[in-house]
């Protein structure tokens, strides 16, 4: 099961670069430059990430903002803050903070490759038959991604390539993602 779930991730990968990639060749308009002023604020872009999802007693809410900076229309570099409690009642509950730095590099416009680093400590507490079973751990993960960009928002995929199915907080190496920057 696990071979079949990482060979269709990697073929939804290679889709979505084939994708970028001839949307490229086949464009017809070329976009206006970026202005080229010395304004620190005029090269920050702010985004993040808000989720929450609920139902049958369990609830995941996820709260992450993020800034890069431009340094020109190929590269930038940023930060981002990242806090995640889940909770299934009566047998699980888990907070999640931490931050990570990512860069980025765009190749061409529709391409966005990205290193990220991340490190976040995991407070768990789960329910067993006679007690309650509580672990605290560091967990650092080293992100290598790709995703077609478009003005901007990216969509893609990311691979950790220090996952360990043993002691990683996430249930799979690969993690599809949007990512949005204004």
């Known amino acids: 099961m696990k071979k079949n779930t990482l060979k269709f991730n990697c073929h939804l990968l290679i889709l979505m670069l084939v994708f970028g990639i001839s949307n490229v060749i086949f464009a017809q308009e070329k976009p206006l430059p970026k202005a080229k002023t010395g304004a620190f604020w ?21 709260v992450a903002p993020s800034a890069i900076y431009n340094f020109n229309d190929y590269f930038a570099l940023g930060t981002g803050l990242q806090y995640s409690h889940l909770k299934q009642k ?36 789960y329910a067993d038959l006679y007690n309650n079973v509580k672990k605290s751990f560091w967990n650092t993960g080293l992100y290598v991604g790709a995703g077609y960009h478009a003005d901007n928002i990216t969509i893609g995929a990311r691979v950790n390539v220090l996952y360990d199915k043993n002691k990683d907080i996430y249930g799979s190496a690969f993690m599809p993602f949007i990512r949005a920057y204004f």
């Not at 009566?90 to 290193?115: K, M, R, W």
Request: no cysteine; net charge negative.
């Open 42 to 62: 005029e090269h920050v872009q702010f985004g993040g990430v808000f989720g929450l999802s609920t139902g049958n007693e369990f609830t995941d809410i996820t």
């Open 90 to 125: 009566n047998y699980y509950t888990s907070n999640v903070v931490g931050g990570s730095i990512i860069g980025l590099f765009n190749p061409i416009e529709e391409a966005q490759l990205s290193l990220e680093v991340e490190e976040i400590h995991v407070n768990s507490t």
